[in-house]
């Protein structure tokens, strides 16, 4: 007769979880300037789900040595087990063995039942429950709540501007506190459905834990695109099948083996509990040695200055991430008057930018440092910053310097920007940013059919941090409508270089520059919204007499860009206008638009011109170019949606606009991407 008791489905158990805890994998790489959601530090959890897997064949090796370890211990072999009874003759009248007979027959039917279904689950008492729920509930909860986000900020470091120890006292309390009073609610459900309740709960936490390591591939960085599963059809296919599958099998499994499912769950629960956090004290580990070790101290950039402007003498910057100079001309078409208030500017239409995408492009703004011939991808990245005397040059000319960005390296800009300083002077909005981080690691945890309810954006969590500067035009805007430029009380001279979202995904202004949701505007909108934050920025000039005597520049990182593995199909110009320090009567002249083959080559030439220091090793200014042939270059980056692949460099021999006039030159460098 068939014989099943504890010991054998512990056993059972063990081996079924191993084949869920065996995880080889490669570890993906980091994103650099924008959250990867999909990244996981699989290594060493495929480590710790190795030591388990160990433990459970060790287990299996013992059950050959139980026979002798139960003789020594005089442990019963067959307790609580089915045992065919011993073959006995049946005496008495023929009534007597017609009863023993069918109390057999009843007892043969009682264990057939009791073999298909297993022993009846044991009543648990109300500490017996707590302590499932507490485990279980342990589980689902820091595999939702801790777990991810302290992964995801480590892993995605040069993407924020926190790090883990920043985030991890709000995050450890809520994950216990949370685990505590979701086990006491728990424990005192009574009957079946503390048993479904818990098995539910392991699932949703197996689903979750599954999806992060095998079904968030395809998932793209979080920079502001939303999710469209449109694109996405057979990973939300494969993931909804792959959790409902988990959900129903462990509810089967509860119905018809409860005591087994019992054990199972409990395992599994605090298995995959151990394998996470060994996973999380690894990162931990690293993630301080790396601070511990780092060169330079962390900074933080602040709002500090940015809508103050100095009496004397000012440069502003106008970065519109995005903005392509054929984005503005079909605003022109129109509103032929959105250039009104641009008077004494030049609009130069025919004009290229010098990196791309926005990582690359915002620093060549900010150090006027291009690849070299036969410089490698490490070399250029590590020492762009260090090889660059450009805010040097605007500093010895005694302005304020201060720059708003999250595509920088702030400790590589902090001697020179008066609005970056030590981490340790930031606070953080404790309640905003587990809210924020929560969103990201549900994000990451869920299935895919329901990810975009949980949609973020990297500068949302950039912005948990209060005095932080942070891309977000509608705010920017509106604290420029209500508090206005003033005139600073501590610089006579100023710098100011604004990085907004412009032209950028998210998609969240309209064309008065307010808030709105995504589905109230679209890219042209929001292009029209941010360009004319910038006009109130030049109204409120004028109103403050200060018009005349400054220099404002208007430009983008970058023109049209989307993410591609192949070369350009179209141009990508960057919006430039620019205007110097005029006269009352130049000042107030109508825009004008030139045509000369200029762009980002000669930006940094033409600010230390108008800031007064010599221009004369930048090159021409941009009123200095003639018009006539000239090659200007350009390197164009090929992306995955993850990482960046290579680079590729273009010759523009003609106008930018013409895509017959963009020639690859052949030159390319291979990205290396470092974890």
């Not at 490669?26 to 495929?46: E, F, K, N, R």
């Not at 100095?310 to 106008?318: K, M």
């Not at 945890?445 to 990810?451: E, G, H, L, N, R």
Request: proline fraction near 4%; charged fraction near 20%; glycine fraction near 6%.
């Amino acid at each position: 007769m068939k014989r099943m008791g504890r010991y054998s489905k512990l056993a059972t158990a063990a081996e079924v979880l191993v084949c869920a805890l065996v995880v080889l994998a490669a570890s993906p790489l980091p994103a650099y300037a924008y959250v990867d959601p999909s990244v996981m530090t699989y290594t060493i959890q495929a480590v710790a789900g190795a030591a388990v897997a160990l433990g459970a064949v060790l287990g299996v090796a013992l059950r050959r040595t139980r026979r002798f370890l139960f003789r020594i211990f005089k442990i019963d072999e067959n307790a609580n087990k089915i045992v065919e009874p011993d073959v006995a003759a049946l005496g008495g009248s023929e009534g007597q063995r017609a009863e023993m007979r069918a109390e057999a027959d009843e007892e043969a039917r009682g264990l057939k039942e009791r073999l298909a279904h297993g022993r009846p689950a044991k009543r648990l008492s109300w500490p017996k429950r707590f302590i499932r729920a507490l485990i279980c509930c342990a589980f689902l909860v820091w595999t939702i709540t801790v777990f991810p986000p302290i992964d995801l900020v480590a892993a995605n470091a040069d993407s924020l501007l926190f790090n883990i120890f920043d985030i991890m006292d709000v995050v450890l309390f809520m994950g216990i506190a949370i685990t505590i009073v979701a086990a006491l609610i728990i424990s005192f459900i009574p009957g079946r459905a503390f048993d479904v309740i818990l098995t539910l709960i392991v699932a949703v936490g197996i689903g979750c834990y599954v999806q992060m390591l095998f079904l968030n591939e395809q998932l793209p960085l979080a920079d502001g695109r939303p999710l469209q599963l449109s694109i996405y059809k057979m990973s939300t296919l494969i993931s909804a099948v792959v959790w409902i599958a988990i959900v129903i099998v462990l509810l089967i499994f509860n119905a018809k083996k409860k005591p087994f499912c019992r054990a199972f769950i409990l395992v599994t629960s605090l298995a995959l509990f151990i394998v996470q956090g060994v996973s999380m004290a690894s990162v931990i580990s690293d993630e301080s040695g790396r601070l511990s070790t780092a060169e330079e101290s962390p900074t933080v950039m602040s709002t500090y200055g940015i809508n103050e402007v100095g009496s004397e003498a000012n440069v502003t910057v106008f970065v519109l991430d995005t903005f392509d100079t054929g984005i503005l001309d079909i605003l022109l078409e129109e509103d032929p008057n959105i250039l009104d208030e641009y008077t004494g500017f030049t609009y130069f239409h025919n004009s290229t930018g010098s990196m791309i995408p926005t990582r690359y492009g915002v620093p060549f703004l900010l150090t006027n440092v291009m690849i070299q011939e036969g410089q490698d991808y490490d070399d250029y990245l590590n020492n762009r910053y260090d090889r660059s005397t450009f805010l040097q040059d605007i500093a010895d000319q005694g302005y304020e310097i201060t720059i708003y960005s999250d595509s920088i390296d702030v400790n590589k800009l902090e001697p020179y920007a008066a609005n970056i300083f030590p981490e340790n002077h930031r606070e953080f909005n404790d309640e905003k940013l587990w809210f924020t981080l929560e969103r990201m690691s549900l994000y990451r945890v869920m299935p895919w059919i329901v990810k975009p309810f949980f949609w973020f954006y990297t500068d949302e969590l950039n912005a948990s941090s209060v005095d932080s500067y942070y891309i977000d035009d509608a705010l920017y805007g509106t604290n420029l409508q209500t508090e206005g430029l003033t005139v600073s009380d501590d610089a006579d001279k100023t710098f100011r270089f604004i990085h907004m979202l412009g032209a950028h995904y998210p998609y969240t202004l309209n064309e008065e520059g307010e808030r709105v949701t995504e589905d109230q505007t679209d890219a042209w909108r929001q292009s029209r919204g941010s360009f004319n934050i910038v006009t109130e920025y030049i109204r409120q000039l004028k109103e403050l007499g200060l018009y005349d005597q400054s220099t404002i520049i208007v430009t983008a990182d970058h023109g049209y860009w989307d993410t591609r593995t192949e070369p350009l199909d179209s141009p990508t110009s960057p919006l430039l206008l620019v205007k110097p320090p005029e006269t009352a009567e130049e000042a107030s002249q109508p825009i004008k638009v030139s045509e000369v083959p200029t762009g980002h080559l000669d930006y940094a030439a033409t600010v230390i011109d108008l800031v007064g220091g010599d221009s004369s090793a930048y090159g021409p200014t941009v009123f200095e170019v003639k018009d006539g042939p000239r090659d200007r270059y350009y390197w164009m980056t090929e992306h995955n949606d993850h990482v960046d692949l290579k680079m590729l460099e273009y010759v523009i021999q003609g106008h930018a606009l013409d895509m017959d006039n963009w020639h690859l030159t052949g030159e390319e460098i291979e990205v290396n991407q470092h974890d």
